[in-house]
């Protein structure tokens, strides 16, 4: 009788444990709803949080990567206290006073994508844009055959993501001295911008023979001017969106450099839920440099919405 009894009792303690480890809500940063990237950061969180039951609310600023806004979005989680954060500073510098907020309110914050300039972060889930941006560079170099007039477009200059990947594209120029960079311009990774950027750097340079675009929103707007102006070149971008994988299909895009954004969603979302449940951990995780091409896209032609997170296996390799 007393061992059925310590049977039931260790029952019912497994099955209270169990009902207390789920149900997390984890509240989601990402920089601005145009960038499709931050769109697959937003999806791969869904997908974690939903197989591991717990639940997920985004916090996206209306302005894009606005620094007011993400602050204001802090201080109203704060007030909320979510059981805990995935994080994606607008800039990695400004954001550490709100990274400073999060911390003093104890709730644990797992860093992705952009590394901020300081704060207490459970993990750095990310990747490694100077290898992104070189190896985009080289493949794209490597069919120009090493020469050509280059254009680089940059994204926002105070994004780290932007600084690595412009001086990863710099350093495949400098291993081709046939190639020249003949002009270098921000388009704030926004599409409209990098049309408007391409259409007038088209107009100095009647000869432009590769762009480097630091994403691939951007990349898209270089294709839609080179078009509408019957003009033609190698284009590449970074971020592995869909919107890449349709143009580099349709012959129009060269490639785009793959950061794993729908991935660092999951696995971000992953750590933070293994956090709370007193789960191991890892204290960073780098994605490797992968460069999608008409030879090997397949692999990656699924919308986010229809893609499922990998097991934590699979994402944390031993």
Not at 46 to 51: D, F, L, N, R
Request: charged share 20%; aromatic share 6%; hydrophobic share 45%.
């Amino acid at each position: 009788m007393k061992a059925k009894f310590l049977a039931a009792a260790v029952a019912i303690a497994f099955s209270s444990t169990a009902a207390l480890a789920d149900g997390e809500k984890i509240a989601v940063f990402t920089k601005n709803l145009t960038n499709p990237y931050f769109q697959m950061v937003r999806l791969g969180a869904e997908s974690a949080a939903k197989q591991m039951n717990a639940t997920t609310q985004n916090y996206v600023p209306t302005k894009p990567d606005s620094i007011p806004e993400q602050m204001s979005q802090i201080e109203d989680v704060v007030v909320k206290k979510p059981d805990a954060i995935v994080f994606i500073p607008v800039d990695y510098k400004a954001m550490a006073i709100g990274v400073a907020k999060i911390n003093a309110a104890n709730i644990p914050v797992v860093n992705i994508t952009d590394r901020s300039e300081s704060g207490k972060f459970v993990s750095f889930i990310g990747t490694d844009d100077y290898s992104l941006g070189l190896e985009t560079a080289r493949y794209m170099l490597k069919t120009l055959g090493g020469r050509g007039n280059i254009v680089i477009l940059e994204g926002v200059k105070a994004a780290l993501s932007n600084v690595d990947r412009v001086r990863g594209f710099k350093k495949a120029l400098e291993e081709n001295p046939g190639a020249k960079l003949v002009a270098q311009q921000p388009a704030n990774y926004q599409r409209l911008a990098a049309l408007q950027v391409m259409e007038n750097l088209m107009q100095t340079y009647p000869q432009i023979d590769g762009v480097l675009a630091a994403n691939d929103a951007m990349a898209t707007g270089v294709v839609e001017a080179m078009e509408a102006a019957n003009r033609k070149a190698l284009v590449i971008g970074i971020n592995g969106s869909k919107e890449a994988m349709d143009a580099i299909k349709a012959g129009k895009m060269l490639a785009s450099g793959d950061p794993g954004g729908f991935q660092q969603g999951c696995l971000g979302t992953m750590v933070a839920i293994r956090e709370l449940r007193k789960m191991p951990v890892p204290k960073e995780v780098l994605f490797p440099a992968f460069v999608i091409h008409k030879g090997n896209y397949q692999t990656f032609d699924v919308a986010a919405d229809k893609r499922s997170c990998p097991k934590w296996e699979e994402l944390v390799k031993k």
